[in-house]
Structure formats: C-alpha cells, structure tokens
C-alpha cells in the first residue's frame, strides 16, 4: 500500500450496529491499530461509527457504547468492517435493511474494500454485496443463510473468505484471522507477524470451522496427527507422501487422513500447500533467493510449479509479490485471493 505525497494512513471503519458483541468491536481496534512503518507512523487509522448521530449504541452486554462518528465518516473510509449485532431485525429475519441502514451504506463510495465478521454477512448480502460471490458466516448459520441468500456462494468450512474487494469471516475469533489476513495482504507477512506476536495469537491458523462445529469428543487416548505435522513442518523443502505423514502416527492412510480432517479441519494436501505458500512468502520477502531457489525451499520443486500455487492462494506471482512486499515495502495486492483453507497439491 503506497501514499502518494503526503502520508495518509489507511482507513478503517468500523460500523457498531446496536447488539453488536464488544469483543467482535474491539478486534479491528487491536490488530489495525498495532502496524507501523519505519517511521513509526500508524500504517491505519480506525474510526468507529453508527448508523446515527454521534451518540449511545446498545451492545449485548450490560454495557452501552458512546460511538464518536455518524455514518457520514463511512465516505471517508478505505475499507468498512461490519462486525456481528444481535439485533439486526429484518437484516436477519427478513433478508432486507432497514431504511436507516441502507442510508447509511450508501455513504460508502465505490471501491471500498468491505468486510464483515460473523454474522455481519448478513448486512452485506442483504445490500446485495455478496451476489454471485462466495462467502462464509458462523457455522451455525450457514445453512439459514444460504436459504436466506441463495445468489450467495456459501462456504462454512474455512475461517474467512477473500474475493478481493469484499471479505467475510466465520465466527466472533474468526475475525481474528480475516484482519491478520487483510494486514498480510496489505504490508506483508513480516507486519502480520507482528502483531500477531504482541497480540498472542496464531498468525496463522491451520484448517476452518470444521474443527469447531459440535461433534461426539474424541477419545483423549486416541492418536492425534500433531506429530506428523511436526514433522512435515521440518522438511517442507523435501518430497513429502500422505503414506510418510501416516507413518510418524503409525496410522494407516485411511485412518490418518480421517483423524487429520477431524482435528484440523482440511485436508494433509491443503495444510500442506498452505503451510509451503506461506514459506514461499517468507522468503520472497526476506531474501534475495532466486524463484528457483525459493521454490526448492519452501517444496514446491519448481518455480513454475510455486507461480501457480501463490497465483491461486494470492491471486498474484511471485515476483509481483516480491516487488510489493521486498522492494516498496507494502503495496497493497489486487485480484482474487480465494478461499483460507482451500489450496492444490499432494499429498491429498
């Protein structure tokens, strides 16, 4: 993300609909608020603002919120982050905005990367921003909301979705993960990273709401596949075999790939994709490695091989990807990013 003349931050805007839950408010204020460059200058700028006048906006606690903004400051936003509310009346009942919503959504100016988390997709479809996209929600939702929303391509197995200039996350903590996201994508894996390490949290987690819709408990005796993650983690640079990954959990394929699904949430092959693009990202932005090298040391084998998996996860090359993050230190990327979770190559 590059500022022409003088710095100017990018900003966010949060939108606090009355029910909305304080931690899913606070989120965008903890990560946005961390990055800065090498001046020490906040990289964003978050604002929160109501559909209303500046003033009280109920929450699901036994608090309330005295929001600064009106949905004017909408306008002046580079991206706008609806988080979940328990109170969106015909939003969620009907599949329609209110005519106080609407007036205050049409404040956003076109281009304005958008963004909901949890249940805030269901303010984004209804103003017809999902259409013909995929998305996802709480798990616990997906099913309603597709019935609600059926031009909406719905995906309640992965965390979050990026489709470029609109994103949705899964539930509450998920939205954790789509702002570390919009952060790496914005200035990189090295910022993320960052705030990811003051915020104590993963800066990247493995697998989708799969792993945290209800199911029986596991027997805690039973066999887990951490070791096997392990490692593959400490030889991603080598050829690497569902039979091999089995073998360090003394599982059979079958079983292995199973217990693998349950406890991660997708498959060995798309963790293991996953976990080679976000080496592949390390290096490009760290080290002056040639494409062949990178893409031997982060598994891929060939560099044409590594274009092909960071074009579909990123939706860009890889030297496209080091001349943004190594060389201009944060520009932001265009195109289509996909599906978190979703990722080709072996093993399956």
């Known amino acids: 993300m590059t500022y022409e003349g003088a710095f100017r931050p990018h900003r966010v805007a949060v939108l606090a609909l009355d029910g909305l839950l304080p931690f899913e408010l606070g989120i965008p204020h903890r990560i946005f608020g961390r990055p800065r460059d090498a001046r020490r200058r906040r990289l964003y700028e978050v604002v929160t603002c109501s559909v209303r006048p500046p003033g009280r906006v109920e929450t699901d606690a036994d608090f309330t919120l005295h929001v600064p903004h009106g949905p004017q400051v909408l306008a002046t936003a580079d991206t706008v982050i609806i988080p979940a509310s328990y109170e969106l009346g015909p939003v969620y009942e009907e599949g329609r905005l209110t005519d106080e919503l609407a007036v205050a959504l049409s404040h956003i100016r076109p281009g304005t990367r958008l963004a909901s988390i949890c249940t805030g997709a269901y303010v984004l479809a209804a103003a017809g921003y999902l ?50 996201h919009m952060v790496r994508r914005d200035f990189g894996t090295a910022v993320a990273n960052d705030v990811a390490r003051i915020t104590v949290v993963p800066p990247h987690r493995d697998g989708g709401q799969a792993q945290y819709v209800q199911r029986p408990v596991p027997d805690p005796q039973l066999a887990t596949t951490a070791t096997a993650r392990a ?29 693998f699904r349950e406890e991660v949430g997708i498959s060995p092959g798309q963790w293991l994709t996953q976990r080679r693009v976000e080496r592949a990202r390390q290096l490009l932005e760290s080290t002056g490695l040639s494409m062949d090298q990178v893409a031997r040391e982060s598994g891929f084998g060939t560099a044409q091989s590594m274009r092909q998996h960071l074009q579909a996860a990123l939706g860009v090359t890889p030297t496209a990807y080091r001349r943004t993050f190594r060389t201009n230190g944060g520009t932001e990327l265009s195109g289509r990013t996909g599906r978190a979770g979703a990722g080709a190559g072996t093993p399956r």
């Open 131 to 180: 259409d013909g996209r995929p998305a996802t929600t709480h798990w616990a939702d997906a099913e309603r909301f597709q019935r609600m929303f059926p031009k909406v391509e719905v995906d309640a197995n992965v965390l979050f979705i990026d489709d470029g200039d609109v994103l949705t996350s899964a539930g509450v903590a998920a939205g954790l993960d789509l702002c570390l």
């Open 231 to 259: 490692w593959a983690l400490g030889r991603l640079h080598e050829p690497i075999q569902l039979r091999d990954m089995a073998a360090q959990e003394a599982m059979s394929v079958r079983t292995f790939t199973r217990r």
